[in-house]
Structures are given as C-alpha cells and as structure tokens.
C-alpha cells in the first residue's frame, strides 16, 4: 500500500508539470510563479507528513509501575493504561490506538496521529487543488477544435483517480474530525460501543 501512496501522489506531480504549469504559463508570469510556490509547498507536507506517519512509532505503553492500569493485555501479558489496544497486525499493545492504517504500514497511535490527519488533510487539499486548477484545460479540451495540449488522456484518468480520493475523504473526515476534536479515537467508540450494548442486554 505504501508503493501505491507514492504512485498515485507521482501521478499527481507528473499532471501538475505536464499539463498545470504549461497551461497556467499561457495565462501569465505571476499565476504561475503562484502555482509553482504553492504546489510545491503542498508537495512538501503531503510528504513530510506522510513519511512521519510511517516512521514515527505510535507508542508503547512504559515498562515496570504504571499510575493508572485498566486491565491487562492478554495477548502481551502485560498492563494497559487507559485507551491502549492490543494490534493483532503489530502484534504490540498501541498508546492511544486509532486504527492500524495499511496506507502507513503502522498503526496510528499516541505519536503520529497528528501526522496521519495532517497527510489526509494535505492529500486533500493537494487533489482537489490540481482538479480545481485543472478544470479550465479540462474545458479547454472539450469545448475548442484545436485544444493546446492533445494528450490528455492520461489527465483524464488522473482525475478520475483525483476525485475518487476526494470522495471517500470527505465522507469520512467530519466524524474523524469530531472524535480528533473530542479527544476519541475510532477503537474507544467502537469498544465503548460493544461495551454499552453488552450491559444493555
């Protein structure tokens, strides 16, 4: 998954050089200098954060006397402090565990949890930038006989790509954003929730 992270974040520089930057130089000097500075800088925190999420350890719980133990792992023989989960994928006990993300190849824990929602909000913000930009030469395509830029069949496709990341982002980041803003996690809900419907029946 990680091979496919770096693919598909390629794809979207190698549009942004071919067909962006071109096109957006027809429009003039200072449009493109624009791009240009703020393409790059998305670049540089959708990579940044992505590569921190991936090599940042989410957390241990500490070894020897803890303040405050819930209960004990059964699968590490050892005690859990409040919101520490036990990864079947790491097979280690995770300090304030989100999920295990296939897209990181690590668990999101304690530690790079904000890396994690840092690269999705840039990933974000990074696609729908180049489809927003993109859209005038998406325009230009259809609408003259005589396009600027004839292959645009791998932009297209690119796009397409573009937007599927979109959607499922935003779908799914209003409630990742209320459990960020609350202080949960995706396993404490879920856990929580099995919890109350175990004393409810």
């Given amino acids: 998954m990680v091979a496919l992270v770096i693919v598909l974040t390629l794809s979207v520089v190698v549009i942004f050089y071919i067909f962006?930057?071109?096109f957006t130089l027809l429009q003039g000097f200072y449009l493109t200098l624009f791009h240009l500075l703020f393409g790059h800088w998305l670049l540089i925190m959708i990579v940044?954060?992505?590569?921190?999420?991936?090599?940042?350890?989410?957390?241990?719980?500490?070894?020897?006397?803890?303040?405050?133990?819930?209960?004990?792992?059964?699968?590490?023989?050892?005690?859990?402090p409040p919101r520490t989960h036990h990864c079947s994928v790491c097979n280690m006990c995770v300090l304030k565990m989100d999920h295990h993300c296939p897209w990181l190849n690590n668990c999101v824990g304690h530690y790079n949890h904000r890396y994690f929602v840092m690269f999705c909000v840039f990933m974000w913000v990074g696609s729908a930038y180049v489809a927003i930009t993109s859209f005038p030469l998406f325009i230009d395509q259809f609408r003259n006989e005589e396009p600027r830029f004839q292959p645009l069949?791998?932009?297209?496709?690119?796009?397409?790509?573009?937007?599927?990341?979109?959607?499922?982002?935003?779908?799914?980041?209003?409630?990742?954003?209320?459990?960020?803003?609350?202080?949960?996690?995706?396993?404490?809900?879920?856990?929580?929730?099995?919890?109350?419907?175990?004393?409810?029946?």
């Fill in 48 to 80: 940044f954060n992505y590569f921190m999420g991936v090599f940042t350890h989410p957390g241990r719980p500490p070894q020897g006397m803890l303040p405050e133990v819930v209960s004990m792992c059964k699968k590490c023989i050892a005690p859990k």
């Fill in 20 to 22: 962006i930057i071109p």
């Fill in 153 to 201: 069949k791998f932009w297209i496709v690119n796009l397409s790509l573009d937007l599927a990341l979109i959607e499922p982002l935003f779908k799914e980041s209003p409630p990742d954003v209320m459990l960020l803003a609350s202080n949960f996690s995706d396993v404490v809900v879920v856990s929580t929730t099995h919890l109350l419907a175990s004393v409810c029946n």
